[in-house]
C-alpha cells in the first residue's frame, strides 16, 4: 500500500482542512512507557482538540508538557463515561473535536472509550483515530509465537476460582477447534499464580512468555514453558508492567468421537459439510477422509 506522506491530521471523510482536525471524535494511542513514542500526528491531534478527554488528567499533564502541547482536558474514566457520553456526543454534534486517551496505549484496549465510542457512532458523528502503541501487539511480536491468529483476553479475573473458570473456558474452545495464540493483560503481584493457572488449565508444556516494562528502560521478555515460567515467578514477584502470552494448543493428537462430534456440529451450523469438515481436520489434525466421513454420516443424521 502507498504511504500517505502527507502530513495531515485526522479529518472526516471530505473534509481535510490542513492544519486544523474536524469535528467528531479522534483516539488517540499514546506511549505505553516510553514517552519519546507519542508520534507526530498523535502530538498534532492532542494539540488541536477543543479538549482531551483523559482517564486520568494527572497522568495526561506529564505527557503534555513533555511535548509542549497546551491543551483542556475532561476526566473520563470508567466511573463517568456512560453518563458523560451523551453530553459529549451533542457537544461533537454541535460541531466540537475532542481527542480521547487513556493512560498508556490504545484508548479502549482494556481501557475506557467502548461506550463512548458506540455512542459516538450512533448519533453519526465522526470517529477517527491516530494509532500507536499497544502493549498487547508489542508483547506478541515479541513474543516468538505464531502471531496470528491471536486471541486477546484482557486481563483474567484476579480471583482464583473465578480465573480457572475463564481459562477452562478458553481449554473449552481449544477442544473444539480453536488455535490461536493467547495474550492476557496481567498485573505484576499475580504474575506467578496466573502462569500456575494457565498451566493448569491449559498444559505444562504450552511455549509462553512473560514480556515486562515493554519501551522502557528493564524491559525484559522472558520465554519458556508454562512450568518454566511459573516456577520461575513462583520464587521471584515480577516487576512493572506484564503481558503473557501463550503459544497455540497443539493439534489434538486424538480427538475422542464425542469431541469430534461436538466440532463437526459446532462447525457445520455456519458452514458446508466439506468446509466443516476440512476446518475440523486443520484443527484436530485428524485425517480429512475420516472427518469427511464422519460429517456425511451426521448430515444424514446418523
Ligand atoms: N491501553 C493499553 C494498551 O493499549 O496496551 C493497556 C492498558 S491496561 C489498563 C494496562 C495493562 O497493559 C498493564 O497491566 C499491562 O498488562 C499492559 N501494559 C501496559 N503497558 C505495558 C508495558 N510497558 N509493558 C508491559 N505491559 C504493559
Not at 500500500?1 to 502527507?6: L, R, V
Not at 484496549?109 to 448519533?123: E, F, W
Not at 476460582?161 to 474452545?173: D, N, P, Y
Not at 475422542?256 to 476446518?279: G, K, N
Request: hydrophobic share 45%; glycine share 8%; aromatic share 4%.
Amino acid at each position: 500500500m502507498e504511504p500517505d506522506d502527507a502530513y495531515s491530521l485526522p479529518s472526516a471523510p471530505g473534509q481535510a482542512i490542513p492544519g486544523q482536525s474536524a469535528p467528531g471524535l479522534t483516539l488517540v494511542a499514546t506511549p505505553i512507557g516510553n514517552l519519546g513514542d507519542l508520534s507526530a500526528r498523535a502530538a498534532a491531534a492532542l494539540a488541536g482538540a477543543d479538549a482531551v478527554l483523559c482517564e486520568d488528567t494527572r497522568v495526561t499533564s506529564r505527557l503534555l508538557a513533555r511535548h509542549s502541547i497546551s491543551a483542556k482536558m475532561l476526566a473520563l474514566h470508567d466511573h463517568n463515561e456512560e453518563s458523560e457520553a451523551p453530553r459529549l456526543v451533542s457537544r461533537m454534534l454541535a460541531g466540537e473535536r475532542f481527542a480521547l486517551v487513556s493512560d498508556a496505549g490504545t484508548p479502549l484496549v482494556s481501557d475506557p472509550g467502548y461506550r463512548l465510542v458506540r455512542a459516538a457512532i450512533a448519533a453519526g458523528v465522526a470517529v477517527t483515530a491516530v494509532p500507536g502503541p499497544s502493549a498487547v501487539v508489542m508483547a506478541l511480536t515479541l513474543s516468538g509465537l505464531p502471531p496470528h491468529p491471536f486471541l486477546f483476553h484482557g486481563f483474567l479475573p484476579p480471583k482464583a476460582a473465578a480465573r480457572a473458570g475463564a481459562i477452562a473456558r478458553i481449554a473449552a474452545m481449544e477442544a473444539a477447534g480453536l488455535s490461536a495464540s493467547l495474550v492476557f493483560y496481567e498485573a505484576p503481584h499475580r504474575t506467578g499464580e496466573a502462569l500456575a493457572a494457565l498451566a493448569e488449565g491449559l498444559g505444562a508444556d504450552r511455549p509462553a512468555c512473560v514480556a515486562r516494562e515493554l519501551t522502557k528502560r528493564f524491559e525484559e521478555v522472558r520465554r519458556g514453558s508454562l512450568a518454566e515460567l511459573a516456577a520461575h515467578y513462583a520464587s521471584q514477584e515480577a516487576r512493572g508492567e506484564v503481558v503473557l502470552c501463550v503459544g497455540p494448543a497443539p493439534p489434538a493428537a486424538e480427538s475422542t468421537a464425542e469431541s469430534l462430534d461436538e466440532s463437526l456440529r459446532a462447525a457445520m451450523a455456519t458452514l458446508s459439510v466439506r468446509d466443516a469438515a476440512a476446518t475440523v481436520a486443520e484443527a484436530t489434525g485428524l485425517p480429512r477422509k475420516r472427518v469427511y466421513a464422519r460429517a456425511l454420516e451426521l448430515a444424514a443424521g446418523r
